[in-house]
Nanobody, 125 residues
Framework: QVQLVESGGGLVQPGGSLRLSCAASGDGTGTYDMGWFRQAPGKEREFVAVIRRSGGRTYYADSVKDRFSISKDKAFSTINLQMNNLKPEDTAVYYC??????????????????WGQGTQVTVSS
């Protein structure tokens, strides 16, 4: 079992920045791909970014590419999501996820086994 705890959400104006963090603990920490998904009111949960356990390669949703950056610490027990140039459409609950998806499924919600409780990000003036 892996436990995931997110932090860093909040209210920010359009064009601003936020940094989310996710701390992992429990058995198997460091052996999973870890990523971020988000869910806006009335919408399905969607992929944001992932960093793979092997090689550290990163993947992003087209909507956040060039604005968001995912990173990990050396032990792969904490990942961060640096979000720049935030837009109102980025408003959502952001969830940390851990799993072992095959490459073709890295953007799929059901490919991840463990989830955090979520942290709210609101982009508004």
């Amino acid at each position: 079992q892996v436990q995931l705890v997110e932090s860093g959400g909040g209210l920010v104006q359009p064009g601003g920045s936020l940094r989310l963090s996710c701390a992992a603990s429990g058995d198997g920490t460091g052996t999973y791909d870890m990523g971020w998904f988000r869910q806006a009111p009335g919408k399905e949960r969607e992929f944001v970014a992932v960093i793979r356990r092997s090689g550290g390669r990163t993947y992003y949703a087209d909507s956040v590419k060039d604005r968001f950056s995912i990173s990990k610490d050396k032990a792969f027990s904490t990942i961060n999501l640096q979000m720049n140039n935030l837009k109102p459409e980025d408003t959502a609950v952001y969830y940390c996820a851990a799993g072992r998806p095959i490459l073709s499924s890295i953007r799929t919600v059901t490919a991840y086994n463990y989830w955090g409780q979520g942290t709210q990000v609101t982009v508004s003036s």
